[in-house]
């Protein structure tokens, strides 16, 4: 039973294009993030939710804009693609509503390339 | 500013002993973790320290020293297997997650 699940894991598109990552997980936790990892392998928080709440909204450009529908479920939608977008972006959750210091479990990534 | 520092890569011998350290300064603490992420796969949770001291877990030990801002992973008996980069994240004041750039082991036979 896979705990955090993404899709899709690979999404190839072309610059302007809107396009969206879906996430959920099965671990009944509370908080969920977004990151984004670039080439340089640098983990960057984008956004976390916890009880469909926004709690943490980084310096993200916003075209990026997370949507969560139900507890177990935060998806990314990002509108009007850019090169720069190019990156690997993982989905994450933890127990409790601190947000910042419960062990998070991370997706499986999803390898966003912009052309 | 907030900023953790390792370094960014290091060689060690199969079977052998490595230490990697992390060295932070950010606005408070509440504890610091270490993961370990494999080529082209998600971060997966090592250990987490709150108080100063070693923790032991099999093959993996993490130590801590709050007054120096300071802490170290040691993977003894290495394996191939264990070939990933290893991230340091603290726990600021707010309860904010702080991620270090990670530290990429590659394991030699």
């Known amino acids: 039973d896979t705990a955090v699940s993404q899709t899709p894991k690979y999404l190839v598109t072309q610059m302007g294009n809107d396009k969206s990552i879906k996430c959920e997980q099965n671990?009944?936790?509370?908080?969920m993030y977004w990151y984004k990892q670039d080439s340089k392998k640098f983990l960057k928080i984008m956004f976390s939710?916890?009880?469909?709440?926004?709690?943490i909204n980084e310096t993200v450009p916003n075209r990026f804009s997370p949507k969560s529908p139900d507890k177990a479920h935060l998806n990314l939608h990002i509108n009007s693609l850019e090169l720069g977008d190019s990156a690997v972006y993982f989905c994450?959750?933890?127990?409790?509503?601190?947000?910042?210091?419960?062990?998070?479990?991370f997706g499986p990534g999803t390898r966003l390339l912009v052309l | 500013g907030q900023n953790i520092d390792q370094p960014t890569e290091m060689t060690a011998t199969e079977g052998a002993i490595v230490q990697i350290n992390c060295t932070y300064q950010t606005s408070g603490f509440n504890g610091l973790f270490w993961y370990q992420q494999h080529a082209g796969e998600a971060p997966t949770f090592l250990s987490y320290?709150?108080l100063d001291g070693l923790e032991e877990k099999g093959r993996f030990s993490s130590f801590l020293s709050r007054s120096k801002g300071y802490s170290y992973l040691l993977l003894k008996e290495l394996q191939m297997k264990d070939s990933a980069s290893y991230l340091c994240a603290v726990v600021d004041s707010n309860y904010q997650l702080i991620w270090g750039a990670g530290t990429k082991l590659i394991i030699k036979p």
């Open positions: 994450a959750s933890s127990q409790g509503e601190a947000g910042g210091w419960e062990t998070q479990y």
């Open positions: 939710y916890n009880n469909k709440e926004l709690i």
């Open positions: 671990l009944g936790h509370d908080t």
């Open positions: 320290n709150v």
